[in-house]
């Protein structure tokens, strides 16, 4: 079964416009586009593909907006719903609760994220990968 054409249309053309929306580093904006194209899901919206990108659009929108506490929700549901190898879902959740001094939990997922894809999963804030580095010995972990 297939989300409709002009539904999915649709929600493919709300995501660019959220897109743009974070290039613009209008977060607030995004989070509102998103929460439209979501809201054009089908139920059960956890079975689509779109689901998951769009979570984890809204997701990043509100860490920009550094409400990790809102931010982790959405991650968490995409891990919940057995997402546990995207690696961007894996930092995202590590940094949410690296920012809420979750520190056990932030060098769990943190730890996940370099071990699905290794050190360029950092590049964007590298802060994050030489904190995990100085409290996980990570020569002694093998990347997938």
Request: proline share 3%; no cysteine.
């Amino acid at each position: 079964m297939q989300i409709p054409d002009d539904v999915f249309d649709k929600i493919e053309d709300l995501s660019e416009q959220g897109n743009e929306a974070m290039d613009n580093e209008q977060y607030s904006l995004a989070i509102d586009i998103f929460m439209r194209a979501y809201k054009l899901l089908p139920e059960p919206k956890d079975r689509w593909e779109a689901y998951i990108w769009l979570q984890a659009s809204i997701g990043d929108a509100y860490f920009q907006e550094k409400e990790y506490e809102i931010s982790i929700k959405y991650f968490q549901d995409i891990f919940n719903s057995g997402e546990v190898e995207d690696p961007f879902v894996m930092l995202r959740l590590g940094q949410n609760y690296y920012s809420l001094k979750e520190y056990e939990l932030a060098k769990e997922f943190l730890l996940r994220a370099y071990q699905l894809d290794g050190i360029t999963i950092f590049e964007e804030d590298m802060s994050f990968y030489n904190w995990l580095s100085q409290n996980v010995n990570l020569s002694s972990k093998q990347m997938n």
